[in-house]
């Protein structure tokens, strides 16, 4: 069964900062990944999705990477705002259901 | 403007009382979506469908039941509910149009307590 892992589970960091949210998987069988964001009490907001044959995706100040192989993700935030506060997900499609992680708790401290 | 809806919010109930919670998308989508989320806690799946008439269960065991009978609609029913029932529903959908890009959408959510 797939594992999805999120490091680290919280992070804080100041507005302006740029920082990097990691998710992990442990079968590579894939068809794509997505990002998405929460917020506390509400539900998902897709970010990016990657497909399996892709390396990256931008949109505006987010970028995320997919390295298949090694079953890794990664999401890239560029000038981080408090704005940006939320718990980042990523979820992977393996055809017939996603695998979420548990989330990073991003706080960006004005 | 395509969108996915959830009613109720909100819900709080007695023990052994009957609910649904409605799941309704704008988009066309064929394959959509229940997930249950505790909190701090991953989503897992509770009951997929892939279009009218066809609904499965997920990986995590739930005692309530689903239909779809029309595209558009997707509704999730707890015959009797319990207080181990208290959680958050969240429902998506996405398209299978045979593209590549299939990105799941979510609905708001219905957060339940059953007291």
């Known amino acids: 069964k797939q594992e999805v892992t999120q490091i680290p589970a919280a992070l804080s960091v100041p507005e302006g900062e740029n920082l990097v949210l990691n998710c992990s998987f442990t079968d590579s069988a894939i068809y794509n990944l997505q990002w998405f964001r929460q917020d506390p009490g509400k539900g998902l907001t897709s970010l990016l999705l990657?497909?399996?044959?892709?390396r990256e995706q931008t949109s505006g100040r987010l970028n995320a990477s997919l390295d298949k192989s090694s079953g890794r993700s990664t999401l890239y935030i560029a000038a981080s705002q408090p704005g940006d506060s939320a718990t980042y997900l990523c979820?992977?499609?393996?055809?017939?259901?996603?695998?979420f992680g548990t989330g990073t708790s991003l706080t960006v401290i004005p | 403007e395509a969108d996915i809806y959830q009613t109720p919010r909100y819900l709080v109930i007695g023990t052994g009382k009957k609910i649904t919670l409605e799941c309704s998308q704008t988009?066309?989508?064929?394959?959509m979506y229940w997930y249950q989320q505790d909190p701090g806690m991953e989503l897992h799946l509770i009951h997929y469908s892939y279009g009218v008439n066809s609904t499965e269960k997920g990986d995590l065991s739930s005692e309530s039941t689903v239909s779809r009978i029309r595209t558009e609609h997707f509704p999730l029913t707890l015959e009797s509910a319990r207080p181990s029932h208290t959680s958050q529903y969240l429902c998506?959908?996405?398209?299978?149009?045979?593209?590549?890009?299939?990105?799941?959408?979510f609905g708001p959510g219905t957060r339940l307590t059953v007291l």
């Open positions: 998506a959908s996405r398209t299978s149009d045979g593209s590549s890009y299939n990105e799941q959408f």
């Open positions: 979820a992977v499609n393996t055809g017939n259901q996603f695998y």
């Open positions: 990657i497909q399996s044959s892709q």
């Open positions: 988009m066309g989508h064929d394959k």
